[in-house]
């Protein structure tokens, strides 16, 4: 038996990446140096967003893709949070309405000018407010129009009508610790969280229940992250007992064991998947 047949050839084993080159780069920005597990941007096909240091409340950079290189400090942005901005995250149906999540407890829904912003950018479309905690998530519907998802340190999630600024749902009780991550289904009848206490859940929120549970999905304390995949299974990441960083594949119609389970190394970083 040949040495080919036995050992499993990677059609990855000879890719390599390519650095980009310094002109291509987004220089000089005061990235957010607020206390929070968040990747810090948002990209769509016309513009990069970026929460960045800001004093007496909250502000991010609205980027157009084209303007690379060193980025002025004195260049406007989007500031209308009396608290730090934790998430952001751009509107699937519009490439000029991103939302907002900040430690002032409010969700702000912004649109953007064609050609970006040539001033600060202080008033929002709608202000939404529900929660009594810093709202540290959000996520829009990827199928229904102006329907957002927002989750607060108050560990209720609320899915509200952005056009009317109401409530759709208000989801209490499903939650016992602080939630780290949502992700809806690709058809939106679902979304997955990830909870400090451990656990991932599947909740249905029309009916405002959990529909499948998996306790202790990563044994470790540090934060895990969860988000379901196109073709409908769920993808975790955390930490195991011995605070080695794991990647997990669910099946979500049968979560008592994971589909495929690998361990990364021992970095301290919690691993954001997107």
């Known amino acids: 038996m040949s040495f080919r047949k036995v ?12 650095p980009v080159k310094t002109e291509q780069c987004y220089d000089d920005i005061r990235v957010s140096r607020v206390t929070w597990d968040s990747t810090f941007c948002a990209v769509n096909p016309s513009f990069v967003a970026i929460i960045v240091e800001a004093s007496g409340g909250g502000a991010f950079l609205v980027l157009p893709l084209h303007k690379t290189g060193r980025i002025d400090k004195s260049y406007p942005t989007v500031c209308g949070h009396t608290g730090p901005v934790l998430d952001i995250e751009w509107c699937p149906h519009n490439d000029r309405v991103i939302a907002s999540g900040s430690e002032d407890c409010t969700v702000m829904v ?40 927002s989750a607060g340190c108050d560990n209720v999630v ?50 405002g229940t959990v529909v499948a549970e998996k306790e202790r999905a990563h044994e470790g304390a540090r934060p895990m992250r969860a988000i379901f995949l196109a073709d409908g299974k769920i993808f975790t990441t955390g930490f195991s007992r011995m605070s080695e960083r794991q990647l997990a594949l669910w099946d979500m119609e049968n979560l008592e064991e994971p589909m495929g389970l690998q361990e990364l190394d021992s970095s301290n970083g919690a691993l954001l998947p997107f």
Not at 110 to 138: A, D, F
């Open 110 to 149: 912004w649109q953007i000018p064609e050609n970006g912003l040539s001033q600060p950018l202080t008033e929002p479309v709608v202000v939404l407010e529900g929660h009594s905690k810093r709202v540290g998530i959000i996520a829009w519907h990827p199928t229904a129009r102006n329907v957002l998802l």
């Open 158 to 207: 609320l899915i509200w009508n952005v056009g009317t600024a109401e409530e759709l749902y208000r989801l209490e009780g499903l939650h016992p610790d602080l939630i780290y991550s949502v992700s809806w289904s690709r058809d939106g009848a679902r979304f997955c969280t990830a909870c400090k206490d451990k656990s991932v859940r599947v909740i249905d929120p029309r009916r």
């Open 7 to 18: 050992v499993r050839q990677s059609k990855f084993r000879h890719v390599f990446g390519q």
